[in-house]
């Protein structure tokens, strides 16, 4: 044998380059982008910060506010509504867990603005199928909630439910049945062992789903148009504004940036947190 | 202090057992199960695997709801109180201790459930590690970071630390290694002894029980079939299944001959006064040379116990004995036959 090589580099090439050019590239080109004079569409001009000033001054703060209260209730309700489905499909359903963990997917193969539609359509007032059946059968008349931001939310959490369950799932597969019953026997109340034993053992879990729900819940844009109605601009919508009718490509720039900050000062504390390992057992 | 055993049968009753019954589907795991324990006993219930020890200690704790039957903390009846609302404790086989959690929080877990401010739940976690033997710089010690025993030690103390009235114990050193099991047999056995707490542990080693009891269960196929102290099930098990359990003995099945006198049918010998169908002789009860009893028996196999020697033998009529003899017995070598002798005053009888 003439020279030990280490065979890793070779097999993560592939990977790196891809990783490279498909990833690193567009994010660094975006970034310059959001560093060009305003209203341009060339590389070449002076270096300004001047977007980033108007970001703050024209009243951009607004959308990514709301991007991210949405984000944030999305993924507090979505974990809410998660968890008691988890561990009833992890201890209680037995082999219906199959079954029903299928029909939760299901929609997920169906496109998202279908099913955004579809739920307008639920929504919509008077002729809409709940205020429709209400009128016709109850002979209760009732107001619409579409085109307001309520209607949003409650899309996006319809959305992103199987993002949160699926990890959550997981989560609560990790707890081992004997600790529970550990912390019952010592005195702990349900509330005092659901805090104390099973939150930390499922916390992988529910820290990726969480994750998961909120980052794309940051990049969400649909359920507010389709369903509120643009009652209310997320970052996403403003950001598509800048690129498209604006043609204002280095703001568009600018605010995809911020974004990407926020989005990682928000994640990375939380990803470093994460014991991978003991997710999947090792 | 050490707490006077001798008389725990005059103590008054801390928790009593009524025809309590378990079944699943349609196995009777627990069988119509009445049992008195005193005040401050060590009670062990034994039993071969799947006999339903594990499902009644479950019960007792309040982790498993009984099919039919009560349970009465001295007068109160608990049947249908939850697990957090008995004063007793568990330490589980698993040991089900908190792996992301330190030491001194796996042991102040039950204090803080309670709201024991965190200075003085430190200051007891602190003396429950002394009480363990456990150093006390293993309070911030994370539970993953314990040894096998270690962290016997830690599930021990973190089952004292909510104070019960009585602890139940699920096989906790079955999985440990023979030695280290034999140094905590002792320390439980002493920790009873200074605690003055009740104990009940769950075993399948007759030997394990008969080490740190004050009284043993013995229990098959979720039923009891005889309880008693140590010294009682050994010299007068109810019958083969207890006798069996404990270890190497030879039992031996009476008959009527075609005289109609009774005959050992393993070796032939006629018995007077026979007081059951069958008889327990001890392997030191089976003496080399002749006796009361006496039979030809070849030795097949010779094994050194020590100071003592045991010799598994085979009677005419092809049946196998062990005996076991002091020092080395050097004129036993294999493929030999020898008188061996019983008397009828070691004869265990049972009758089935
Ligand atoms: N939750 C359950 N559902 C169905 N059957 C059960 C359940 N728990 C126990 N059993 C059955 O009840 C019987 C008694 O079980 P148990 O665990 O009490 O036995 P054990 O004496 O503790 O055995 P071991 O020494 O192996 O721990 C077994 O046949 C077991 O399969
Ligand atoms: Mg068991």
Redesign the interface.
Known sequence: MSQRSSPGPWFAAPVAIFMLVCFAAPIFIVAWYSLMPSRTFGLTGDLTLENYRSAVTDGYTRPLMWSLIGAATTTLATAILAWPTAVILHRYAGRWAAVASALIALPIFISESVRLFGMSVFMMPRGGILAGTMNAVFDIQIGSILNTWSAAQIGMIYIHLPFMLFPLLLGVSLI?A??I?????????RW?TFR??EL??AAPGLLIGMLLTFVLCLGANAEAAILGGRAVTVITAAIEQRFNYAQDWPMGAALTVIVILVTALIVLPVLSRLDLNRLTRR | MLHDTTHITDRPVILSLAGLSKTFGTLKAVDDISLSIPEGEFLTIVGPSGSGKSTLVRILAGLEAPTSGDLFLRDTQITQSPANKRPTAMVFQSLALFDHRTVGQNIEFAMKMKGVPAADRRNRALELLQLVRLPEDYYSRPVTQCSGGERQRVALARAFASDPEILFFDEPLSAIDYRLRKTLEVELKELHQRTGRTFVYITHSLEEAMVMSDRIAIMQSGRIVQTGTPAEIYSAPVNRFVASFMGEVNILTLEKDTGGKQVFSEIGQPVQAARGAYAMIRPEALELGPGEITTQLTVTQRLMLGSRTQVHLVSELGATLISELPGTAPELDIGTTHPFSFSTEDIAWMDE
């Open positions: 081992p004997d600790r019953e550990a912390a019952r026997d010592l005195g702990a109340t005092q104390e034993v930390p053992l």
